[in-house]
């Protein structure tokens, strides 16, 4: 009785195995794709159902390759791709990240209810295919694998590690949202994002050994009307206003109060084809040996330059930009005048003051002398500087020497073969912090039209095209004013500074102000004593022959650049 008893139960007990087993197994088996990674083998993904979720694990050399990648870029995410097939009613979904101890011989053993995961409902996706990234928390456990929750049919078509990004991405027909590791939902408008968990996959700080990420914003083509109309941002509460003119516009975090936040598009919608935070350049990080001298540039957009905050330069004494649309352009912005003097003083002499230009004046005959509080540099008139101090053997000071390397590492000069120092492309602008908020933009204006005038020949060509023709009475009041103007002091015999230096004035102030600000020049004492005839002239015609050449001027920037009298950035805020 008993040993049939003890035969009966192991047989029920192996057929209950067997079953349990056959139904395991049976559930898992091969996914149709690969995880996506570089160095990763060519491995399919497995799946199996459990608790009325598909899940998809990771092989060894899978997760091996991920801590690789990771360790390699520090930031990682996974991309997962999915089409949804015909869907006419309502399917809140989820999508999350599964771990090595969630999995065990028969299934999952962890509850997942009150974890991040990316929420959307299918049904908006019908008949479409979308992918999702999901940030992998620097700081946390690496995912072995994901789960898709849905009551809707749909295949993953792939999955793939990727760098970290955050935001939304409509550039190509399948859609992309991005999520930090505090996960999200996808909803309509899509054209808002969450930020605040950036700093959970990406650097929270700017540092000499970590640098905040960047935001993109990249554009579509649209009508006409929505094509000259701004795109507005609001970040973290910061109003962003963007003039589109080219395919992306590129923030870096460092220049905004609260980049942390949500961010959402909230005018021209249409306009913006992607928004999205990634990973800064690691070469930004590039300093002169032993210093906290930087020595490659920030990309941006001039309008954000003037209300960066001295908290996320990466140096001490300066930071430095360069025009993100016209590469090249460097923007040094100082800590005081002192340190910008003991950059640039002794080539504002050499290169634009009456009477010392071509003299590389010594220390002893600089120290009662100040060059100006906003500089501009042709890459032709840098390269002649430092080619003379070398031609002599003139010794210059650390910053001088500091700012040829910078300048070398850019490529705005070239060291031949002979040791010579030649032009290459681009210009340097500076401007410095102690200047007041409306001078620094007035500056950087006037000195960013100086930049553009250095390396465009068109637009070169169409200033003396205006400067030839206009009033000669007003001209010549301008050149007597370059010449009596204490702080100014030109080489009114230089006629590519005369043309330079007169677009600048011209373009430095909006069109309605340009009149009033000549007319005001002329009123002052150093016109009236020295100049009196040519600057009451224009006081009795209000200006207009500046107004007009100003006039002329905007309307060829603003048709070539999208930009304007007073205006040299796309970004404002």
Aim: glycine share 6%.
């Amino acid at each position: 009785m008993f040993q049939k008893k003890s035969v009966s139960y192991l047989r029920t007990s192996v057929f209950i195995c067997v079953i349990v087993a056959t139904l395991f197994l049976s559930c898992s088996r091969p996914a149709s794709f690969s995880l996506e990674i570089p160095g990763a083998p060519d491995e399919a993904v497995s799946m199996f159902v459990s608790g009325g979720m598909d899940c998809f694990s990771f092989t060894d050399g899978h997760n091996q390759a991920l801590e690789e990648f990771l360790s390699t870029n520090k930031d990682a995410a996974v991309q997962i791709t999915i089409a949804v097939k015909k869907q006419k009613q309502t399917a809140q979904s989820g999508i999350g990240f599964l771990y090595k101890d969630d999995f065990s011989s028969f299934g999952l053993k962890s509850d997942r209810a009150s974890r991040p995961q990316i929420s959307a409902d299918f049904s908006q996706f019908a008949k479409l295919t979308f992918s999702v990234i999901f940030c992998v928390n620097k700081d946390a456990p690496l995912p072995a694998g994901f789960y898709v929750k849905s009551p809707a049919s749909y295949k993953v078509i792939s999955a793939k590690i990727v760098r970290a990004q955050v935001g939304f991405d409509f550039r190509q027909k399948e859609p992309v949202f991005a999520f930090t590791p505090n996960g999200g939902t996808i909803e309509k408008p899509y054209f808002k994002t969450d930020f605040t968990g950036v700093p959970m996959t990406l650097n929270a700080t700017q540092t000499a050994q970590s640098l905040l990420p960047q935001m993109e914003v990249h554009f579509r083509k649209t009508d006409p009307e929505h094509d000259s109309a701004p795109v507005k941002l609001t970040v973290g509460g910061e109003r962003i206003t963007i003039r589109p003119s080219g395919d992306s516009v590129v923030i870096p975090c460092a220049s905004l109060k609260s980049p942390f936040a949500q961010a959402m598009v909230d005018e021209n919608e249409v306009k913006v084809a992607a928004l999205l935070v990634r990973a800064s350049d690691p070469k930004l990080l590039a300093f002169k040996e032993g210093t906290r001298y930087v020595t490659k540039p920030v990309r941006t957009d001039p309008g954000l330059i003037m209300a960066w905050s001295r908290d996320t330069w990466r140096g001490n004494e300066y930071e430095l930009f360069e025009w993100e649309r016209f590469p090249g352009v460097l923007f040094f912005d100082t800590l005081d005048y002192k340190v910008q003097d003991d950059f640039f003083r002794r080539l504002a002499y050499f290169v634009e003051k009456a009477g010392y230009r071509g003299k590389l004046l010594d220390d002893e005959s600089l120290a009662d002398k100040h060059g100006y509080n906003a500089h501009d540099y042709s890459a032709e008139s840098l390269a002649d500087f430092f080619e003379a101090a070398r031609r002599t053997r003139f010794p210059l000071n650390q910053k001088e020497l500091l700012l040829y390397e910078i300048l070398v590492v850019n490529g705005v000069l070239v060291q031949n073969a002979d040791g010579s120092i030649g032009a290459g492309k681009g210009a340097v602008i500076s401007i410095s912090q102690e200047s007041s908020r409306a001078l620094r933009y007035q500056f950087v204006a006037h000195e960013g039209w100086h930049g553009l005038f250095f390396i465009d020949g068109d637009f070169r060509n169409t200033v003396a095209s205006i400067y030839y023709t206009m009033d000669k009475t007003t001209l010549e009041y301008l050149r007597r004013y370059f010449q009596v103007t204490p702080s100014l002091n030109y080489d009114v015999d230089d006629d590519y500074l005369m043309k330079n230096e007169f677009m600048a004035y011209m373009l430095q102030k909006p069109v309605s102000e340009v009149g009033p600000y000549f007319v005001a020049m002329a009123s002052r004492s150093h016109s009236q004593l020295k100049a009196k005839a040519l600057a009451d002239y224009i006081i009795s015609t209000e200006a207009a022959g500046f107004t007009s050449a100003a006039t002329l001027l905007e309307e060829y920037v603003r048709d070539r650049w999208n930009l304007a009298a007073g205006r040299v950035w796309l970004v404002s805020r």
